[in-house]
């Protein structure tokens, strides 16, 4: 079983809201990914937590907050969000960030609109 | 400098027929994976197939295989008899450097398939 699980699938939210963005696996995989992906372009990476810690931030602004509460979850939570910050949010997990054939499967994804 | 290539602007192929969609790839490293994803108009990022610089053999996985030319730097895509659910974008990416704790994937811009029925 490959199944990583996100909700909500849609997301409407004003620029003054705050929401949260769930991502949840079963696999005993030890790294999880959030990616923003906007329309026709690759996903781009946000974060990367790797046994439940930190590990990567690709620069990521203020108001999007990534928070691991144990193995099997993660969350991103949005505040004050942008109009530009609409896209595809798509969460990821793989088994072992530091082994060679390492492979992320990816989680349904979120469709955000920031109005 | 851009490490993974994907020029081909959309595909589009007759159902039941074979289709070749190209990746090429650049890096220093020795140690390499290879991955393509298929995202249909869902949104999901489906993992087809991995190829890993030290095999020695392509890659296959039921209608897909990996035409892997190492000296080349190209790992291709091959879907044998396309099905009409093939229509999506097609996404090559590729992992550098086994280190723990970084396991960024690089992906192309993407390749739109369509299968006509």
């Known amino acids: 079983d490959t199944e990583v699980t996100q909700t909500p699938k849609h997301l409407v939210m004003g620029m003054t809201n705050k929401k949260s963005l769930k991502c949840e696996q079963h696999m005993g995989h030890r790294a999880m990914y959030w990616y923003k992906q906007k329309a026709k372009k690759p996903p781009e990476l946000m974060f990367v937590?790797?046994?439940?810690?930190?590990?990567i931030n690709e620069s990521v602004p203020s108001r999007f907050s990534p928070e691991c509460p144990n193995s099997s979850l993660l969350n991103l939570h949005l505040h004050a969000l942008q109009p530009e910050d609409s896209a595809l949010y798509l969460c990821a997990s793989s088994q072992d960030p530091g082994h060679r054939t390492d492979t992320q499967y990816f989680g349904p994804g979120t469709r955000l609109t920031v109005l | 400098a851009q490490k993974i290539t994907q020029t081909q602007p959309g595909m589009f192929v007759q159902e039941k027929e074979a289709v070749t969609l190209d990746c090429t790839y650049d890096t220093s490293d020795q140690s390499y994976g290879l991955f393509w994803y298929k995202q249909p108009s869902s949104g999901e990022m489906i993992f087809l197939i991995y190829?890993?610089?030290?095999?020695?053999q392509n890659a296959t996985e039921g209608r897909y295989s990996l035409n892997f030319q190492k000296a080349r730097k190209s790992a291709n895509l091959v879907i044998s008899a396309s099905q009409l659910g093939d229509s999506a974008m097609y996404f090559c990416?590729?992992?550098?450097?086994?280190?723990?704790?970084?396991?960024?994937?690089?992906f192309g811009k993407g390749i739109t398939l369509s299968v006509r029925p």
């Open positions: 990416a590729m992992r550098e450097a086994q280190r723990r704790a970084n396991s960024k994937l690089t």
């Open positions: 937590y790797s046994y439940e810690k930190l590990s």
């Open positions: 190829q890993g610089s030290y095999d020695e």
